[in-house]
């Protein structure tokens, strides 16, 4: 699996990362399985969050892999944290960072973790109180690299600037071919059309010049998880230009659709959300495929993206 670095300060890491989200739904064997299977990619980048499946996510991989020290050495493990269920709501306070951590740490079988992102945004959050809990967890520690999910650039800055010299290395934001209004808006600054509302704050540009990787989050998906776009009668055009695309490269559009995602020059590291090995196979193969400047702006404007 071709590598890459995460933000300017953080590991090498693949290219693309395993989403374990929807690991509970795997049986034992199953999980075990796929796991094995993507650590046979080189994609050794598991995403997890303290929310999936109530924390049995993190359980279900930390069996599946049988974690120990050796095994440990081999992966790279992200966690986030901030969002409560019950009550519904966020929560970014030095409590429950450090308490989600620990709880983390517990059910991965693990002593640290590589990078904690806060998962979504707390309206009040306090800059100094986070960066406090993330100077005790990396001076203990517990976690070496430090980023967010789903935050503008008048966040992250706010946030950076009470982290000092702790850098923010990764941001996880929703991006498809279809759901993809942050490059769009960059294509139609000043017009008078929908494209160009700018509805992040340009984070696209603030991620490249502060050099904090993106990692797009639903790849496949359309609208807020309305479905996958690939076979979908919905985008008949997008689907015959991927799969034009997929058979000249020799490839899945499964493929070619993370493809799209790797060919733009901010070097995302996309999450993948499947739990099947062969389509997990198809994805990984998508770093080893360069689309053409013409396929991309192809694919792009299949899904309905207007140029001006």
């Known amino acids: 699996m071709r590598t890459m670095k995460l933000g300017a300060a953080g590991p090498t890491v693949p290219v693309v990362a ?17 796991v094995q299977a993507a650590l046979d990619l080189g994609a050794n980048f598991f995403d997890h969050a303290d929310i999936y499946g109530d924390g049995a996510c993190e359980e279900i991989f930390a069996k599946a892999v049988h974690m120990s020290p050796s095994v440990r050495e081999k992966l790279i493990l992200q966690s986030k944290c901030g969002i409560v269920k019950n009550p519904r709501m966020f929560d970014f306070s030095r409590r429950h960072i450090i308490e989600s951590v620990e709880g983390s740490l517990r059910r991965l079988g693990t002593e640290y973790l590589d990078v904690l992102l806060l998962h979504r945004p707390d309206a009040l959050m306090e800059p100094d109180e986070v960066a ?10 517990k976690v070496r690299h430090f980023g967010v999910s789903n935050q503008n650039p008048g966040q992250m800055k706010l946030l950076q600037r009470a982290m ?29 059309n929908d494209s160009a509302l700018c509805r992040d704050g340009s984070v696209l540009d603030f991620c490249r010049l502060h050099d904090i990787t993106i990692q797009p989050w639903s790849p496949f998906q359309y609208g807020f998880f309305e479905g996958v776009f690939l076979g979908s009668d919905k985008f008949p055009a997008l689907n015959r230009v991927i799969d034009e695309i997929a058979e000249r490269h020799g490839v899945s559009n499964t493929t070619v659709a993370i493809a799209w995602i790797l060919r733009h020059p901010a070097h995302m590291q996309p999450v993948a959300g499947t739990m099947n090995p062969g389509r997990l196979a198809d994805i990984c193969r998508a770093a080893d495929v360069t689309l053409s400047r013409e396929e991309w702006y192809a ?9 001006p």
């Open 164 to 192: 000092g010299s702790r850098p923010i290395v990764a941001n996880q934001l929703q991006l498809s071919i279809t759901n993809c209004n942050m490059i769009s808006n960059g294509f139609n600054v000043n017009m008078e």
């Open 299 to 307: 694919i792009y404007q299949a899904a309905g993206n207007v140029l």
């Open 132 to 141: 406090s809990a993330f100077e005790e967890l990396a001076a203990a520690g």
């Open 18 to 34: 395993v989403g374990c989200m929807r690991i509970n739904n795997l049986d034992g064997p199953a999980a075990e399985r796929f």
